[in-house]
């Protein structure tokens, strides 16, 4: 009978000693018991990273498609802004282009993108505009905006709604071709008066450079009194007007030509810069996103790795303790 009331004595003082979870125990007896530990937090902490990698790589995989969307459409827009360029070089070469003329009614045109993730290129076209109108303003001088590009809208509404003239978006929502970009050009003439339409576009060069270009188109008063007052206008005289139409009509005619096929080419070649521009940004995305990858699979190993060592490190220490 004493040795069955000193096993149920001896069975009753073990059982707190070995409890199914030793380690619990152990660091309960260690840790005040105003400061409890909270359980899980190393797998809180890889699991964050954990997620953390999956975000990553899921931006990485859609920076990846952008690149190659952009790169397809580069490919079909670059041999179209190349051969737009030969319509409106002999413009240039009959009636020149002179940005520095000093005129009352000046008209900026600017042309940016309606999307955005493809660099500060739609930057560069409205900080141009905004110097274009700074230099050009004057006490008994009228300067105006002509916005094309959602992206150009949202930064020139901010500080300079009064002075936009007209707005026109979605250019890309279908292929580009001349027709399109006439309408648009005539659209244009008939709903603003200028002395000079100055267009700021972004010239391609190659898939990481692009060239803000400013093309300056003079109303037919303006180059018709440029042409008497000599210089490079002064060469209209030489030519003569066939027909029943006459100088004027010839000017008017010439002008509105011009612009279009100005128009036509700015359109062209900003559209290639921007898929350029997007494609090097996406390109430059996807790298960085690798980077932080592995960055952040080292984090991850490390954290694992140091919280196996520690519940290592309280295992032993536990079963050191239940064996003293």
């Known amino acids: 009978m004493a040795m069955a009331a000193l096993r149920r004595e001896g069975r009753r003082f073990a059982t707190p000693l070995i409890s199914p979870n030793p380690t619990n125990s152990l660091r309960s007896s260690l840790v005040p018991s105003e400061e409890p530990v909270s359980s899980g937090v190393r797998c809180i902490s890889t699991q964050v990273v954990r997620n ?136 244009i003439l008939k709903n603003v008066e200028f002395d000079a339409l100055r267009i700021v576009y972004n010239k391609f060069q190659s898939v990481v450079s692009f060239l803000p270009t400013v093309a300056t188109v003079l109303s037919p008063e303006v180059v018709e009194r440029e042409a008497e007052a000599g210089g490079k206008l002064g060469d209209l005289d030489s030519y003569e007007v066939e027909g029943a139409e006459t100088k004027a009509e010839v000017l008017q005619n010439l002008a509105e030509f011009q612009f279009s096929c100005v128009m036509f080419n700015a359109v062209l070649e900003n559209a290639t810069s921007e898929q350029g521009a997007r494609m090097s940004a996406m390109d430059s995305s996807s790298r960085n996103a690798g980077d932080m990858l592995d960055r952040l699979t080292l984090t991850y190993n490390r954290t694992r790795q140091a919280s196996i060592t520690t519940e290592l490190i309280e295992i032993i220490s536990g079963a050191s303790a239940l064996e003293g």
């Open 52 to 187: 953390r990698m999956k975000s990553v790589k899921n931006i990485q995989k859609i920076t990846k498609a952008m690149k190659m969307v952009a790169a397809s459409k580069l490919r079909a827009i670059q041999t179209r802004a190349e051969n737009s360029r030969g319509l409106w070089q002999p413009f240039t070469a009959l009636l020149g282009d002179t940005p520095s003329v000093d005129v009352k009614k000046n008209v900026i045109v600017t042309i940016s993108a309606d999307k955005g993730l493809c660099g500060g290129i739609n930057s560069t076209s409205v900080k141009i505009s905004r110097a274009l109108h700074k230099l050009n303003s004057g006490p008994e001088k009228e300067n105006k905006y002509v916005v094309l590009g959602e992206k150009a809208k949202a930064q020139l509404v901010r500080d300079s709604k009064k002075d936009i003239e007209l707005i026109m978006t979605e250019l890309q929502k279908n292929p580009l071709n001349y027709t399109q970009v006439s309408v648009m050009a005539d659209d």
